[in-house]
């Protein structure tokens, strides 16, 4: 069954820590996966995109990782802020023009 | 703001019923995906449209159909329509048809409550 899990389901840090939230997935043929971030209310945004061949994406203080052969994946925050409080969702493309499939996301709190 | 547009922003009705959902893609994109969100399912793929044709379908009730415009707009009609049904739906854009590598730009979705 083409299934994406997410840990943990919630966490609440200190602001001006690190995390690290994680993805796996059952997901094959495995075309890409995504992590989203989606505040209360809005719209998913994407922070990053990645095939079977990278294994690490940044874009600013996030940075995902992958492992195709363990089909594992990390969302890494750094020197988190306030601003970050939101769910992040793992998206897992299947094939090349197949449906995406969601994990239900991790909500993470960064309090003051 | 994605560029995304969606309207309605909230939409309340009673079981039974019918309602259409609208989408506005971004300037120049081609393909629009429709998405649901509920409490305990998290984000659900729909369907997808790519210039005016239906390119892709995930889990779609039958009681659910969708349509692209030549103006590329689309809508979503929900009938029937079941207290479980009651969710966010959002509506999402990207440049071309594959799902590939495309970033996909979300719109604020429409929060629907069937009563």
């Known amino acids: 069954k083409n299934q994406v899990e997410q840990s943990p389901q919630s966490l609440i840090i200190l602001e001006g820590k690190n995390c690290t939230l994680q993805c796996n997935y059952t997901v094959s043929p495995f075309s890409n996966l995504r992590w989203y971030k989606q505040d209360t209310g809005r719209g998913p945004v994407s922070l990053t995109i990645m095939t079977f061949s990278e294994n690490t994406k940044s874009n600013g203080r996030y940075t995902a990782t992958l492992d195709a052969d363990t089909k594992q994946s990390s969302l890494h925050i750094t020197a988190s802020q306030l601003s970050d409080s939101a769910s992040y969702i793992c998206v897992v493309s299947r094939g090349s023009q197949g449906n995406l499939i969601f994990g239900k996301g991790t909500k993470l709190s960064v309090k003051p | 703001d994605s560029g995304v547009t969606q309207t309605p922003k909230h939409l309340i009705t009673a079981t039974g019923q019918r309602v259409t959902l609208r989408c506005s893609p971004r300037?120049?994109?081609?393909?629009v995906y429709w998405y649901q969100q509920s409490l305990d399912q998290g984000l659900q793929f729909l369907i997808q449209y790519y210039n005016g044709e239906e390119r892709a379908k995930g889990n779609i009730l039958e009681r659910f159909s969708a349509q692209q415009f030549p103006d590329l707009h689309s809508e979503l009609n929900l009938s029937s329509l079941e207290l479980g049904d009651s969710a966010l739906y959002f509506c999402?854009?990207?440049?071309?048809?594959?799902?590939?590598?495309?970033?996909?730009?979300f719109g604020p979705g429409t929060r629907l409550l069937v009563l």
């Open positions: 300037s120049g994109d081609l393909s």
């Open positions: 999402a854009s990207s440049s071309h048809g594959g799902q590939g590598r495309e970033t996909q730009y």
